[in-house]
């Protein structure tokens, strides 16, 4: 595997950060609504990245990456990781607020990101950690670097010792279990009402115990 460097995301990062995020992610629900044109998707999920980068006293945005004579930058990105800080810690900041083009199914992300806040207050309590967004690259999948993220995360939630709370991709559900994770909960979206015509979407609900 090729040198791995993990670090704090910056601005120049996002173009990289946005495209890896919808590559990975290509069976989300958001990410299958007919969107009338690539760039709208991609400037909704610019945007929160953006608010990602913005909020530091909230989130912590990690990039994992290996040199690259591709790019610019002399760095290509093949991993993101962004952790919530515990609420409790936390100040007042301004939710995310998406502003959607002209054509965009607003109302089937609106329904899908309300229902799955919704859920999770069933198991996301003020004290914990959350992990926000994680993927790997595609092509990068299985070389280990989604572990390596996750290991350096750790650290200083370790030292903390409250809880995490994780909202689980199925593909995810495996590594968090390696890292202590447990299911505690399921939730299964479906958005074919509003004419997506995709299977259930699962997520689990997953809780890592504090070490105090």
Same mark, same amino acid.
């Given at each position: 595997?090729?040198?791995?460097?993990?670090?704090?995301?910056?601005?120049?990062?996002? $173009?990289?950060?946005?495209?890896? *995020?919808?590559?990975?992610?290509?069976?989300? $629900?958001?990410?299958?609504?007919?969107?009338?044109?690539?760039? &709208?998707?991609?400037?909704?999920?610019?945007?929160?990245?953006?608010?990602?980068?913005? &909020? @530091?006293?909230?989130?912590?945005?990690? =990039?994992?990456?290996?040199?690259?004579?591709?790019? @610019?930058?002399? %760095? #290509?990105?093949?991993?993101?990781?962004?952790?919530?800080?515990?609420?409790?810690?936390?100040?007042?900041?301004?939710?995310?607020? $998406?502003?959607? $083009?002209?054509?965009?199914?607003?109302?089937?992300?609106?329904?899908?990101?309300?229902?799955?806040?919704?859920?999770?207050?069933?198991?996301?309590?003020?004290?914990?950690?959350?992990?926000?967004?994680?993927?790997?690259?595609?092509? &990068?999948?299985?070389?280990?670097?989604?572990?390596?993220?996750? /290991? %350096?995360?750790?650290?200083?939630?370790? %030292? *903390?010792?409250? @809880?995490?709370?994780?909202?689980?991709?199925?593909?995810?559900?495996?590594?968090?279990?390696?890292?202590?994770?447990?299911? =505690?909960?399921?939730?299964?979206?479906?958005?074919? *009402?509003?004419? =997506? #015509? /995709?299977?259930?979407?699962?997520?689990?609900?997953?809780?890592?115990?504090?070490?105090?």
């Amino acid at each position: 595997m090729a040198t791995i460097k993990i670090r704090p995301a910056l601005a120049t990062d996002l $173009p990289q950060t946005v495209s890896l *995020d919808i590559a990975a992610n290509p069976d989300h $629900p958001i990410m299958t609504i007919p969107w009338k044109q690539f760039s &709208h998707k991609y400037g909704v999920w610019l945007s929160r990245h953006l608010y990602f980068l913005n &909020h @530091p006293e909230k989130f912590q945005f990690l =990039v994992a990456t290996t040199p690259s004579s591709s790019q @610019p930058s002399g %760095e #290509e990105i093949v991993g993101i990781l962004v952790g919530t800080l515990p609420e409790n810690d936390v100040k007042a900041v301004e939710e995310w607020k $998406p502003i959607f $083009p002209e054509g965009t199914q607003e109302d089937v992300i609106m329904y899908f990101l309300g229902v799955v806040e919704g859920d999770k207050k069933k198991y996301h309590a003020a004290d914990m950690w959350e992990l926000e967004l994680f993927c790997v690259s595609v092509e &990068h999948q299985r070389q280990g670097i989604g572990a390596k993220m996750m /290991q %350096e995360w750790l650290k200083p939630i370790d %030292e *903390d010792g409250r @809880p995490l709370y994780i909202f689980a991709s199925v593909k995810g559900k495996g590594l968090y279990e390696k890292f202590g994770c447990k299911v =505690v909960g399921t939730l299964n979206t479906n958005l074919k *009402d509003f004419g =997506v #015509e /995709q299977l259930p979407h699962p997520n689990f609900h997953m809780v890592r115990d504090g070490k105090k």
